[in-house]
């Protein structure tokens, strides 16, 4: 519904005052100007011409969109304190020691003994599925599966031998993209 001029300039008559409630409803300007547009949006949206008191109409309108945004933050509000606390950034250390496993990883994949090496790191570096590999390497999917399930059981036995257990490079690696 588009407004008529005559209530277009009855609403702009009232915007100080409809702005001072507002800011009276709701803390923070920005969430006073919203009220007052969600006000006036309703108002350009209704049929004002049977409206006596135009002051009183806008009041109640205010007050309940202010009353809805409120709901709205505590509602957000509540969602937030719901969510996990961020993980704190690693440190340096942390990082560093990452990074040398990390490596520790890549040079075992890389003394694996053709044809597994290139298996596994195409897997795993060239994240190729099992039919793609299959096709680069010009053989079956089901010898790709088993060169791979090999080769990460010699990447386990290797990285075993130098860290002393799984847990001692395993761990840290996951989420590190191997």
Request: with cysteine.
């Amino acid at each position: 519904m588009t407004p008529d001029p005559a209530q277009v300039d009855r609403l702009l008559a009232e915007t100080v005052w409809l702005r001072r409630l507002a800011r009276s409803l709701v803390a923070g300007r920005d969430t006073a100007d919203d009220v007052v547009q969600e006000t006036l949006l309703r108002a350009c949206q209704s049929p004002l011409h049977a409206v006596q008191n135009l002051r009183g109409w806008l009041g109640v309108v205010a007050a309940s969109v202010a009353r809805r945004f409120a709901r709205t933050e505590r509602r957000l509000g509540r969602r937030l304190q719901a969510l996990p606390a961020p993980a704190p950034a690693p440190s340096a250390a942390e990082v560093v020691a990452r990074t040398a496993l990390q490596r520790d990883v890549m040079d075992a994949a890389l003394r694996l003994r053709e044809p597994y090496r290139s298996a596994v790191l195409l897997r795993f570096q060239g994240e190729l599925g099992y039919a793609a590999i299959a096709a680069r390497l010009d053989v079956p999917i089901e010898t790709v599966r088993t060169r791979i399930k090999r080769a990460l059981q010699m990447l386990r036995e290797d990285l075993d031998a130098r860290h002393g257990d799984t847990k001692a490079w395993a761990l840290p690696m996951l989420g590190a993209g191997w």
